[in-house]
């Protein structure tokens, strides 16, 4: 599985826009990138997941770059609650098992 | 209801004795995991099912047994419990199909004296 490097953490303010960059140098073909968001004490909940160019929903955007060695998680307009852990992984997707590997995530806390 | 549950959701035990933790779900998904989360670190996965038949070794199984009794029902076993397996356990599922996406229980708080 690809190794990832996200940054620690991260503060922002209320109504900003929050983007966080996971480097994956070794990513191989068939791995897609996938985020997930964890609240204390709470199980991971998926944001979104890509293979490439970018992808939205109505939650964040992920840009993913050509060379796919890195991706980019975009939060619009944060609010307090999305003060969270946000952990990018790199794998095969459901024909491999979706086996995932989380790093150390990234911490971002919004303030008011 | 929940659609991943998890049971007990917290549980203190002494060295040496036998946990049993058990996950079920509701969602009719064939695939299954169980991870543990140290204090500030991410989740490491423990093993995994792609259906009743199938068990599967993760990153760190040494020290834990699974069961699939049922393709909704996944339990995790401690045999001889020991300190260094004091953690925050979580079950997961995900569906073949689509995009993969797991979905996780509340988790099963565990400490080991």
């Known amino acids: 599985l690809a190794k990832t490097t996200q940054p620690i953490s991260m503060d922002s303010y209320e109504g900003q826009e929050v983007n966080i960059t996971c480097s994956h140098n070794?990513?191989?073909?068939?791995?897609?990138i996938t985020w997930y968001q964890q609240f204390p004490s709470q199980g991971p909940r998926f944001i979104i997941q890509?293979?490439?160019t970018k992808v939205t929903n109505e939650v964040a955007s992920l840009f993913i770059p050509a060379d796919r060695k890195s991706s980019t998680l975009s939060l619009p307009r944060v609010s307090l609650s999305d003060t969270a852990v946000y952990y990018c992984l790199v794998g095969a997707g459901p024909a491999a098992g979706n086996k995932l590997t989380f790093g150390g995530g990234t911490r971002v806390l919004v303030k008011p | 209801d929940a659609d991943v549950t998890q049971t007990p959701r917290n549980r203190i035990t002494k060295t040496g004795k036998r946990i049993m933790l058990e996950c079920s779900q509701t969602?009719?998904?064939?695939?299954m995991y169980w991870y543990r989360q140290d204090p500030g670190l991410g989740l490491r996965l423990i093993y995994y099912?792609?259906?009743?038949?199938?068990?599967n070794k993760g990153e760190i199984s040494d020290g834990y047994s699974v069961s699939r009794q049922a393709q909704a029902k996944f339990s995790l076993s401690l045999e001889s419990a020991i300190p260094n397996q004091t953690a925050l356990y979580f079950c997961?599922?995900?569906?073949?199909?689509?995009?993969?996406?797991?979905?996780f229980g509340p988790g099963t708080r565990l400490t080991v004296l």
């Open positions: 997961a599922t995900s569906d073949f199909e689509g995009l993969g996406e797991q979905f």
């Open positions: 099912s792609f259906d009743v038949k199938d068990i």
């Open positions: 070794n990513i191989a073909t068939n791995d897609y």
């Open positions: 890509g293979y490439k």
């Open positions: 969602k009719g998904h064939d695939r």
